[in-house]
């Protein structure tokens, strides 16, 4: 059964430090990794996709992938209260289908 | 503003009711999807679309049914309601291109009694 990983949490990080967040993945044919935020009793919202190796940076964010490792992070700098909340990584398969992590729950201390 | 728009917002419903939940996307997505998210289990699909006139299951399927009559709504019944199926469910739409995120609609809390 192909599977997302991800470490529920929570992730506590002082205000203005890095959080990162890590995301591995069993099927070595997949080619798109998505990172979600998703807030209490809100929808998830698109992050950042990332679908080649290496890092994409937009704003405070970093996603960076391995495919050789099957893993994929996401990097807040400078985290902000507002970004506590619970961060779902999900992976097209090579069947095309998105398969869903758990979700970690990230807590920003002020 | 483009985007999901799924209604209602929230319901209580007796068990053995009928219920449709309804979803509508004006971004013109070919695929669309249903989930339930129940808290410690993540998003679980109920059932997909990858273009209108055609639907398929997902990992949950048993006591849904869908239906994709045309490439913008995307209605989810539930025949006879059952306390399990009390979640909240997410509409979802994402374009036919493999490398597509998906976008979600604000959700609809459901609970059976």
């Known amino acids: 059964q192909k599977e997302v990983e991800q470490n529920s949490g929570p992730l506590s990080v002082p205000e203005g430090a890095i959080a990162s967040l890590n995301c591995t993945y069993s099927d070595r044919g997949s080619q798109s990794f998505f990172w979600y935020r998703q807030y209490s009793g809100k929808s998830p919202e698109l992050i950042m996709s990332?679908?080649s190796n290496g890092d994409k940076e937009d704003g405070r964010f970093t996603a960076q992938l391995n495919k050789a490792s099957q893993y994929v992070s996401l990097l807040i700098r400078d985290s902000q209260p507002s970004d506590s909340a619970t961060y779902l990584c999900?992976?097209?398969?090579?069947?095309?289908?998105?398969?869903w992590g758990a979700g970690t729950k990230l807590i920003i201390k002020p | 503003i483009a985007g999901i728009t799924q209604a209602p917002t929230s319901q209580i419903l007796a068990a053995g009711r009928r219920m449709t939940l309804r979803c509508t996307q004006d971004m013109r997505h070919n695929a669309m999807y249903w989930y339930r998210q129940d808290l410690g289990l993540g998003l679980r699909l109920i059932h997909y679309s990858n273009t209108a006139g055609t639907t398929g299951k997902g990992e949950v399927p048993d006591g849904y049914s869908v239906s994709r009559a045309n490439t913008d709504d995307f209605p989810l019944t539930l025949a006879s309601a059952v306390p399990s199926q009390t979640s909240v469910y997410f509409c979802a739409s994402s374009d036919s291109r493999y490398n597509s995120p998906l976008h979600f609609g604000n959700g609809t809390r459901l609970t059976v009694t």
């Open positions: 999900a992976v097209r398969d090579s069947n095309y289908q998105l398969i």
């Open positions: 990332i679908y």
